[in-house]
């Protein structure tokens, strides 16, 4: 299989029109029992490549046009808080080859990843430091693994993203910068989203935008204001679910039929009842696009369905569009000849 990406790199491929980047791994593979939830570290790179090879090409087979190398949790930190700081390289050069393997196969782009290293504090020189040494090597990996793009993402401080967008640059391939935007409405110095991304933006980053924490309804009127802040493409990257004004990150959604989640509240193991279907992701790709969104995804708690869904509303059939919904051959709703006429009276029962 072969895609429009096969012969052009991360720009020129936006210049011919949308991109689509799956993400969602993190929850993707806890759901399916091979990583920690709370944690959140890949290890199930080295513990289980397969499952990650695997869902890279399911992504793909959904319309992805980038395969992103599953390295985000993989630093330093995160291998510290868990007491394996000796598989950080392993770890990050493993999910380097195995996307690479995926998106050499597949004609798609291969993206390097880096995210929020949960060190970073304002004024704190000390942290900077070690910020800025966390992301020189895996920058470093990523390069010497030939990425086509290097992502730098969930990102609550600006200047956060400031740095791993100074290791990116320093590389001399092209960023996507993504900004995680809580409840405030605001990076964690207070700037709004559209302040901080006109600030990557003006500092070079190729691509700037918002992923995961917001889901479709509470990201749009953020994306509304960095659309109209910027002239660089725009990357929209959602949660999954039905995040509101009221509760407008998927932190902060409460669930009033169940009370006993372990965590106190639903985020992160009781977000089913909240998940947007594959049809409100389609609307939300439409919408964004409309505001001039380029670069599309969803974050933690996607599925290949949603990615589907994204593709499609961009007018973009991928392989996956042979399996899309066709009610009219359903045994109880389907048209006559698919569904006995005592089958399709019988429907308004079901």
Not at 215 to 220: A, K, N
Not at 257 to 275: E, I, K, N, V
């Amino acid at each position: 299989m072969t895609t429009a990406a096969a012969s052009t790199g991360l720009l020129e491929r936006l210049a011919e029109g949308p991109v689509i980047c799956a993400e969602g791994y993190l929850f993707e593979l806890e759901r399916r029992g091979f990583l920690q939830a709370g944690a959140f570290v890949p290890e199930v790179v080295l513990e289980h490549p397969d499952e990650v090879t695997a869902l890279h090409r399911e992504f793909v087979h959904a319309g992805s046009d980038v395969v992103e190398a599953f390295t985000y949790y993989a630093h330093r930190e995160k291998l510290r808080v868990i007491g394996k700081e000796d598989l950080l390289e392993p770890l990050n050069r493993g999910a380097l080859q195995l996307a690479s393997d995926v998106a050499r196969d597949a004609g798609a782009l291969l993206a390097g990843d880096v995210c929020n290293t949960n060190v970073y504090e304002a004024g704190d020189a000390a942290a900077r430091r070690q910020v800025e040494a966390m992301f020189e090597e895996q920058v470093g990996w990523a390069a010497e693994a030939g990425v086509d793009l290097v992502i730098g993402e969930t990102f609550s401080w600006l200047e956060e993203a400031l740095l791993a967008l100074e290791a990116i640059g320093r590389t001399g391939l092209p960023s996507v910068i993504t900004l995680a935007v809580h409840r405030e409405g605001t990076t964690r110095e207070g700037r709004s989203a559209a302040e901080a991304c006109t600030a990557l933006a003006d500092a070079g980053a190729s691509v700037v935008g918002l992923n995961c924490i917001r889901g479709p309804e509470t990201m749009l009127p953020l994306l509304a204001e960095v659309t109209a802040a910027v002239d660089v493409p725009v990357a929209a990257l959602p949660v999954p679910y039905r995040t509101t004004d009221d509760q407008p990150s998927f932190q902060s959604l409460r669930d009033d039929r169940y009370d006993r989640h372990p965590s106190g509240r639903p985020f992160p193991t009781g977000l089913d009842p909240f998940t947007c279907t594959r049809y409100e992701i389609a609307d939300f790709t439409r919408e964004a696009q409309a505001l001039g969104v380029r670069y599309f995804g969803v974050c933690c708690g996607a599925g290949p369905h949603h990615i589907r869904a994204m593709a499609e509303a961009l007018g973009r059939p991928p392989p996956a569009s042979r399996y899309s919904e066709d009610m009219s051959k359903h045994a109880f709703l389907g048209q006559e000849g698919a569904a006995k006429e005592s089958y399709r009276d019988y429907a308004a029962k079901l």
